[in-house]
């Protein structure tokens, strides 16, 4: 079996949108690879610097892919952090790679452009995640498009790797960029945290539907036919419930429809998918010593093979 590898994150609470772009394609993964999936928590030193929350990021973001299917016993779940290897394996990556390749890095160059001052955690962090992904392995990285860069850079680096010290010593992985979708938020553009247009995932039914009902939408009457196709309402309810889809634009757009009535079935079909799920979140949260319990045993696994990938690199670079 490949082994499939990516990493999340813990910058904030998972939305809608991690969910139905991220996370559920991730999970049905788990039958065609060995999986293994990570919580990168290094990473999101780049950005969080309150240390309570990143605590709760990493609790939540375990919980969140536990409650949402991922089961432990078939998936590696484990913190970046409990495997210090990595940082063993990001020095020798670094010796290898030139400084204008991370120069060129999407998102130090966007904070250049910026005018901000990057920190080198940013300018590195394309470094850390091919050893990230090279630790393990890793045949395919499941990804959205804004990783690609990152992903060449991990198959450039491994790849030179191999030429200096010998074949085989890295496996060169391949990006698996899926038809992620695009989910869109209540205000029509992609779903962010930073964009502030977060449908929540596991808060109380009652907010939920408050953040649906404000989803923004044309302003026809109710007699009028709508167009579905490329509104907000319309793509998520495809996206949440494909089977009743094409139920909601035959009403859409022969008219006497509201942009009300979608968004009342666009909550309940949220709610079908993500009620069940919400209930588990809540159980698994709340029994910290079993999650962490679940972390550690991960990382115990996720180890061993990172132990074997440094020392195949050690001898390979001359430090054994
Ligand atoms: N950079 C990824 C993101 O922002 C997270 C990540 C860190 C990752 N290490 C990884 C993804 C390794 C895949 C493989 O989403």
């Given at each position: 079996?490949k082994?499939?590898l ?7 609470l ?6 139905l ?5 991730a ?10 999936y ?7 030193l780049?950005?969080?610097?309150d240390?309570d ?19 432990p016993?078939r ?6 952090s409990?495997?210090p ?10 010796c290898?790679?030139a400084?204008?390749?991370l120069?060129?890095?999407h998102?130090?160059?966007d ?9 080198a955690?940013?300018?590195?962090y394309?470094v850390?995640m ?12 499941p990804?959205?498009?804004?990783q690609?860069q990152?992903l060449?850079?991990?198959?450039d680096?491994?790849?030179r790797?191999?030429h ?5 010593t ?5 990006a ?11 205000d029509?553009?992609?779903?962010s945290k930073?964009?502030?247009n977060?449908?929540?995932l596991?808060?109380p ?9 404000g ?21 998520l309810?495809?996206?949440?419930a494909?089977?009743?889809a094409?139920?909601?634009?035959r009403?859409?757009e ?6 009300g009535?979608a968004?009342?079935?666009l909550?309940?079909a949220?709610?079908?998918?993500i ?12 029994d910290e ?18 132990h074997a ?12």
């Amino acid at each position: 079996m490949k082994t499939s590898l990516t990493g999340i994150k813990p910058t904030h609470l998972p939305h809608l949108g991690n969910y139905l772009g991220a996370i559920r394609p991730a999970l049905s993964l788990v039958d065609q690879y060995r999986t293994l999936y990570f919580i990168a928590d290094y990473h999101a030193l780049t950005s969080v610097r309150d240390s309570d929350a990143l605590r709760g990021y990493i609790r939540d973001v375990a919980a969140t892919w536990l409650a949402c299917g991922l089961d432990p016993e078939r998936t590696l779940l484990y913190r970046q952090s409990d495997v210090p290897e990595v940082f063993e394996l990001t020095w020798v990556l670094s010796c290898l790679l030139a400084t204008g390749q991370l120069e060129r890095g999407h998102a130090f160059k966007d904070a250049l452009a910026r005018g901000e001052s990057p920190n080198a955690g940013i300018f590195n962090y394309p470094v850390l995640m091919a050893a990230d992904i090279l630790l393990y392995d890793t045949d395919v990285v499941p990804i959205g498009k804004d990783q690609k860069q990152h992903l060449e850079l991990t198959r450039d680096v491994a790849t030179r790797l191999n030429h200096a010290y010998g074949e085989g010593t890295l496996v060169v992985p391949e990006a698996l960029i899926g038809e992620a979708p695009l989910v869109p938020g209540t205000d029509g553009e992609k779903m962010s945290k930073s964009k502030g247009n977060g449908i929540p995932l596991f808060e109380p039914p009652k907010k939920l539907r408050k953040v649906i009902m404000g989803i923004k939408t044309s302003s026809e009457s109710l007699e009028d036919p709508k167009v579905a196709e490329g509104s907000t309402v319309y793509e998520l309810y495809a996206l949440v419930a494909p089977d009743e889809a094409s139920d909601m634009k035959r009403k859409l757009e022969a008219g006497g429809y509201g942009w009300g009535h979608a968004k009342e079935a666009l909550f309940e079909a949220v709610e079908a998918e993500i009620g069940p799920k919400r209930e588990a979140y809540l159980s698994i949260r709340a029994d910290e010593t079993q999650l962490d319990a679940v972390l550690h045993a991960g990382a115990h696994k996720a180890r061993e093979i990172a132990h074997a990938t440094i020392q195949r690199v050690r001898s390979a670079v001359g430090i054994d």
